[in-house]
């Protein structure tokens, strides 16, 4: 069907510290990220979920179409687990190009009786083994001071990402769902009781 790839250069891709979603899912499968071709709109937001669309032609066969959008629906639904995955970098609006450790993705797919390309059975590694236990504390209240400083930088972040912190609800609804990519749970009514407080704030430190 498609063209015949050239080996991976497992050294290159097994040095990152963490590679992107849509990256690993080709990589479980024995394709190489770099050798597959995109569409001329392969970064458009969209069903996608920021991942390029690639073509078909880059596929072996299609098995290995259908085997790439499965395994990647699959890991995008379950990256959240704290338990196999440890938290990447986040892209806003982009699920399937969050960061993700080769590693943890291998150890993840094995355990759930998918085949992995030796080069990454052999590096798999579950977070769960390696974490560290936290001491528990008591958390101090914040200042007001701290309180005004952490809303006013969720006020830039919201403007850097074009959220509108005046629209409460859909806002709050956003920062829900990326804030379960990273498998924190905060209630969405908590959320909107934060970002209420913004305008006020922003209007007299403007003034």
């Given at each position: 069907?498609?063209?015949?790839?050239?080996?991976?250069?497992?050294?290159?891709?097994?040095?990152?510290?963490?590679?992107?979603?849509?990256?690993?899912?080709?990589?479980?499968?024995?394709?190489?990220?770099?050798?597959?071709?995109?569409?001329?709109?392969?970064?458009?937001?969209?069903?996608?979920?920021?991942?390029?669309?690639?073509?078909?032609?880059?596929?072996?066969?299609?098995?290995?179409?259908?085997?790439?959008?499965?395994?990647?629906?699959?890991?995008?639904?379950?990256?959240?687990?704290?338990?196999?995955?440890?938290?990447?970098?986040?892209?806003?609006?982009?699920?399937?190009?969050?960061?993700?450790?080769?590693?943890?993705?291998?150890?993840?797919?094995?355990?759930?009786?998918?085949?992995?390309?030796?080069?990454?059975?052999?590096?798999?590694?579950?977070?769960?083994?390696?974490?560290?236990?936290?001491?528990?504390?008591?958390?101090?209240?914040?200042?007001?001071?701290?309180?005004?400083?952490?809303?006013?930088?969720?006020?830039?972040?919201?403007?850097?990402?074009?959220?509108?912190?005046?629209?409460?609800?859909?806002?709050?609804?956003?920062?829900?769902?990326?804030?379960?990519?990273?498998?924190?749970?905060?209630?969405?009514?908590?959320?909107?009781?934060?970002?209420?407080?913004?305008?006020?704030?922003?209007?007299?430190?403007t003034k």
């Amino acid at each position: 069907m498609g063209r015949e790839q050239k080996p991976i250069d497992w050294q290159y891709w097994t040095g990152f510290r963490e590679v992107e979603l849509w990256q690993a899912v080709l990589l479980s499968l024995g394709l190489d990220p770099d050798q597959m071709e995109h569409s001329k709109d392969s970064w458009m937001f969209g069903s996608s979920g920021g991942a390029p669309f690639l073509k078909d032609i880059g596929f072996p066969d299609r098995a290995s179409i259908e085997g790439y959008r499965k395994r990647l629906a699959l890991l995008s639904n379950n990256r959240s687990d704290r338990n196999s995955f440890t938290a990447g970098t986040i892209r806003m609006g982009s699920p399937n190009r969050n960061g993700v450790k080769l590693g943890e993705v291998s150890a993840w797919l094995i355990g759930k009786n998918m085949s992995v390309p030796t080069e990454l059975a052999e590096i798999s590694q579950s977070p769960s083994s390696n974490r560290p236990q936290l001491e528990s504390r008591v958390d101090l209240p914040l200042n007001v001071r701290e309180r005004a400083s952490l809303l006013l930088i969720i006020a830039a972040l919201c403007n850097h990402s074009k959220l509108d912190f005046k629209k409460r609800s859909k806002t709050a609804g956003i920062i829900l769902r990326e804030l379960q990519q990273i498998g924190c749970e905060i209630g969405e009514s908590t959320i909107e009781g934060h970002l209420k407080k913004i305008p006020d704030l922003v209007e007299r430190r403007t003034k």
